[in-house]
């Protein structure tokens, strides 16, 4: 948190090590969130970028209130929320769209991944992406449950729901795989 | 049968690493950013917050925004050599793409008194959200659109909603009530200046802004106005507000209201979404 602190106030003042440490730093983490919620490797890539790329635009003026981890898990939801919508608007306009295999299919990648993981990610992307975001968010994104709740627009019953729902389908998921 | 815990242990597992490819192309991408910020910083100001307050909501919504408008026009309010400087207060506020902020607002009247919270979310591109709360079960929402040019309001205990387009009249009307000129009224009766305190964690310098009597300051029907006092506090770090507190007296103190807009975070990433109504399919439509 401190060096979190440290880093901002670098950035603001436009210094390129901080923002380069902040990147690593936080880079895999917000990969693998945007990837969860995405399930596309290059889509999430592109949502990282976009995610820091936007934070060095406005570093300068910066402000931060809570959790930078927080902050940035926040703008990659944002953004792969976005996606998700403008998909779903092209879907509409142009019909159905032909799967495309995501490199969770691909058996490079089985190879260097557990099969559990794997199966992980496919079940993930069977559940609604609203108890998905709730599951990511929360358990990677170290977001609260108020925080996402906050950023879902829904009450922390609700969150609740989503969450445990989410958990309990993947559970159901790998379970029937297994 | 695997338990909850070892599927949220999963999760946790999952690890995803980024590409030589895509580091390099971060980099280069946000280190151009930061440098073209830079540049920026120094010579430009964008969106006008001009455009939001043609917004009848707006206005009400970004009080903050309002009575901040008025240093604008009080360029003698210079600014001390490391303390804040409040001309730059407006280009400030004016450079942040979106800010959050808590509301509450407390009415007295001789029928009884009235507290109401608010979050507002505003944002120079997609308009005002504001969420308020008299009570945890008596919700309302209301958005402003600006490129549509819609304000839609949601009330939750009754179930209904209403949506209007303002009109090229309306948004005509509105922007006469550009506040700068109530600021800009209210500010030449006096103003002084309040020295440092922190707030919140945040070391802040303040002003306050007093109007004996008269001028009609936010209301949108004509009122007498006995008293209104205001406080802003402002960051010395960051030259952007950090609270604001006011107190009216209306009609010989038949009416009072107490306001305070704290907790304000600047320059906040806001998604277009949060500012698409969300209205739940068994709700009405309330027609005008």
Redesign the interface.
């Given at each position: 948190m401190l060096e979190d602190k440290l880093l901002v106030y670098k950035?603001r003042r436009?210094n390129?090590e901080a923002?380069?440490r902040l990147?690593e730093k936080y880079?895999?983490d917000l990969?693998?969130l945007a990837?969860?919620l995405l399930g596309e490797?290059a889509e999430?890539?592109d949502v990282?970028?976009d995610v820091?790329?936007?934070?060095?635009?406005?570093?300068?003026?910066?402000?931060l209130?809570g959790s930078l981890r927080g902050y940035l898990a926040t703008?990659v939801s944002?953004?792969a929320?976005?996606r998700i919508?403008a998909k779903s608007r092209r879907a509409e306009a142009q019909g159905p769209e032909i799967p495309s295999v995501s490199d969770s299919d691909n058996p490079a990648k089985h190879a260097i991944e557990s099969e559990?993981?794997t199966r992980?990610?496919q079940a993930m992307r069977q559940i609604p992406y609203e108890q998905r975001e709730a599951?990511?968010l929360h358990?990677?994104g170290g977001l609260k449950f108020r925080e996402v709740a906050k950023l879902q627009?829904v009450s922390i019953g609700t969150l609740h729901g989503r969450y445990r729902y989410g958990?309990?389908k993947?559970?159901s998921l790998?379970?029937s795989e297994a | 049968?695997?338990p909850?815990e070892n599927?949220?242990r999963?999760?946790?597992?999952?690890?995803?690493?980024?590409?030589a490819e895509?580091?390099e192309?971060?980099?280069t991408?946000?280190?151009g950013?930061?440098?073209?910020?830079?540049e920026s910083?120094a010579v430009t100001r964008p969106k006008k917050w001009s455009t939001i307050m043609k917004s009848r909501i707006a206005k009400l919504a970004a009080a903050a925004v309002i009575v901040i408008a008025v240093l604008i026009s009080v360029n003698q309010f210079g600014g001390s050599a490391t303390g804040v400087v409040w001309g730059e207060v407006v280009q400030?506020i004016e450079?942040?793409?979106g800010f959050i902020v808590q509301l509450k607002q407390v009415y007295h009247r001789e029928t009884g008194t009235m507290e109401m919270n608010s979050e507002i979310h505003g944002s120079a591109e997609y308009g005002i959200r504001m969420d308020s709360y008299t009570d945890p079960e008596n919700r309302i929402q209301m958005y402003v659109n600006l490129k549509e040019g819609t304000l839609t309001s949601i009330v939750h205990s009754s179930k209904t909603y209403s949506r209007r387009p303002l009109t090229g009249d309306q948004l005509a009307e509105l922007e006469k009530m550009d506040p700068k000129e109530g600021i800009r009224e209210m500010l030449s009766v006096g103003y002084r200046k309040l020295g440092r305190k922190t707030i919140n964690g945040i070391e802040a310098e303040g002003v306050e802004i007093t109007n004996p009597a008269g001028a009609d300051i936010h209301s949108e029907t004509p009122v007498e106005i006995d008293s209104y006092v205001a406080q802003l506090w402002v960051?010395v770090e960051?030259g952007?507000p950090v609270y604001l507190e006011s107190k009216t007296s209306i009609n010989n103190g038949m009416q009072k209201s107490h306001t305070i807009q704290d907790?304000f975070?600047?320059?906040v990433?806001?998604?277009?979404?949060?500012f698409e109504p969300?209205i739940p399919a068994d709700y009405t439509l309330m027609e005008d």
């Open positions: 950035c436009g390129k923002m380069c990147y880079k895999d990969l693998t990837k969860g490797q999430a890539e990282v970028h820091f790329v936007s934070f060095a635009r406005s570093a300068r003026r910066f402000q209130t703008c944002n953004r929320r976005d919508r559990e993981l992980l990610r599951i990511l358990l990677r627009g958990l309990k993947l559970r790998l379970n | 049968m695997r909850a599927i949220k999963l999760v946790k597992k999952l690890n995803d690493t980024t590409s895509m580091d192309r971060v980099r991408d946000v280190l950013a930061l440098a073209e910020s830079e910083s400030n450079a942040s793409s960051a960051t952007l907790e975070q600047w320059n990433e806001l998604d277009a979404s949060e969300n």
